[in-house]
Structures are given as structure tokens and as C-alpha cells.
């Protein structure tokens, strides 16, 4: 969402400035047909959040292709959301241990 609200802040801020006009003899340019931006194709933040998790979970690291796009808060939550599933693998493993004879 926050893409979009870029892209389209980008899109207004470069067609003002391409209608400023100036004082001299120059001749009125020719009107450049807008672009309408594509529908988004990419993945919902959820989703990215979860592969970036997985990512880090696996031992990849945060700086892998998978958490490339998130914002500096999605990627806490990925690396949060990664710590919680180690912190779930060692209790389970400590239970494990202890419940054995």
C-alpha cells in the first residue's frame, strides 16, 4: 500500500513539474500520455513476512532475496516471529530430554 501511495506521490510530483512553465520564448511542449499504473502483482506482506521468517529460521539470514522488500518493521516481526520458532524447538527439545527415562 504504502508502494502505491509512493508511486503515485512520484507520478503527481513529476507531471507538476513537467507543467511549470518558465519566462521565455520557448515553445509549449507536447503533453506526455500518462501511464496508469498495473494492478500490483506482488506478494501480500503477510506472505513476505512468512517466507523471510522461514528464511531466517532455516539460517539464512536477513539479508536474503526473501526479506529484500520488507520495511524495517515487517523485517523485526520476520526475525521475531524466527526467534519465537527457536525458542519453541528448544523447549519442545528440553522437554523431550527430560520426559525420557
Known amino acids: ?8 506521490l512520484a507520478a503527481v510530483t513529476f507531471a507538476l513539474a513537467g507543467c511549470s512553465s518558465s519566462s521565455g520564448d520557448k ?10 499504473p ?6 501480500p506482506v503477510a506472505d513476505q513476512i512468512a517466507a523471510c521468517t522461514d528464511a531466517i529460521a532455516a539460517g539464512k539470514g ?3 532475496p526473501e526479506c529484500a522488500g520488507l520495511s524495517p518493521d515487517d523485517l523485526l516481526t520476520a526475525v521475531q516471529d524466527s526467534n519465537q520458532r527457536g525458542r519453541d524447538a528448544l523447549e519442545s527439545a528440553l522437554d523431550a530430554a527430560t520426559s525420557q527415562p
Open 1 to 8: 500500500m504504502r508502494r502505491i501511495a509512493v508511486a503515485l
Open 27 to 36: 515553445p509549449a511542449s507536447t503533453p506526455t500520455p500518462s501511464v496508469t
Open 38 to 43: 498495473a494492478a500490483p502483482t506482488e506478494v
Open 62 to 64: 536477513q539479508d536474503g
